[in-house]
């Protein structure tokens, strides 16, 4: 009950948060004006990219009016799913969570995205569909290109160090919040974020089999420790030393960096939890917890995510 507490009062918080730079206003706005039948409910789409047809789903609020910006959030899905699947085992379109919010969860090519051995598609070909699915929607939707956010779990989760290291197609993006994530590109070094600070929200489990947090060999090649990993973000977004809050009888870990620029504040945060498997942190009972026989964890990876993104813009 604490953490539900907790981070419920994290998106009260984050909803009187205004920025301290000026946002970017560019942006296709070309699908501002245009309604659409059965707001609130997903819709499938597809595109043609890089020669191949390709799918995603989106989920527009429920009151969405075609002559408002919105905020756009991204979930990248785990290997061996969908973007359907992360849409429902996540909740993340419920109201609670992003009633503001235009959500979109992508498809992998064979279920799966660039980065690891197993991987169907090239890290091209991967980013050059998120390319080409941000002007889809853009032509679509009414886009607040200052509030572009991605989220996701494991392979998905991987696949945002990929995004946010690519000057410029990450660079369209606010802030990521990956979940578990498997960073099979991170240990090769070649990242070249579009700014600093590119702002980061990491959640992880100290007992996670497929995402081990001591790094080593794993299913789709070399994973890195977190500690690195973490070390080597702080290094890029021109951080200090890390404030550390421990909760929940010393099981829950809360590591938060203070760094450089206008929104250097918190730019850089971690979530540890001693006890939690290779999950979608939920409080609610999810697939990606049941197949470790993992019940609710104490933090949510869609409150938190949802608050974090709330206090970052892209920067003009």
Known sequence: MFWATFTLGLVALSASFVSAVDPYTGGDTSGCGTAHLFDGLPRYLSLDTGGTTRSYWIHLPSDYHPDQQYPVVFGFHGR??????????????????????????????????????????????????????????????????????????????????????????????????????????????????????????????????AARYAGGRGTGGTLPQMSDWLALWADRNGCGDPTQEDSDGGNVHYISYDCKGDQGAGALQHWRVDDMAH?????HINLSQDGQGYGPAPISASILSMAFFDQFVRPA
């Open 279 to 283: 999950v979608w942190p939920a409080l």
């Open 80 to 209: 061996g799913t969908n973007g359907e699947f992360f849409y429902q085992d996540t909740h993340l379109s419920m109201p609670r969570f992003s009633a503001n919010k235009i959500m979109i969860y992508p498809d992998g090519l064979g279920r799966a995205w660039a980065g690891p051995e197993y991987a169907k598609a090239s890290v091209e070909q991967d980013l050059q569909f998120v390319w080409d699915m941000l002007a889809h929607v853009r032509s679509k939707y009414c886009v607040d290109s200052a509030r572009i956010y991605a989220t996701g779990f494991s392979n998905g989760a991987g696949f945002l160090d990929t995004l946010a290291c690519n000057a410029t197609v990450g660079g369209e993006f606010a802030a990521f919040a990956p979940a578990s994530g498997v960073y099979y590109t991170e240990p090769d070094g070649a990242c070249e974020p579009a700014r600093t600070p590119m702002p980061f929200l990491e959640m992880h489990g100290q007992a996670d089999g």
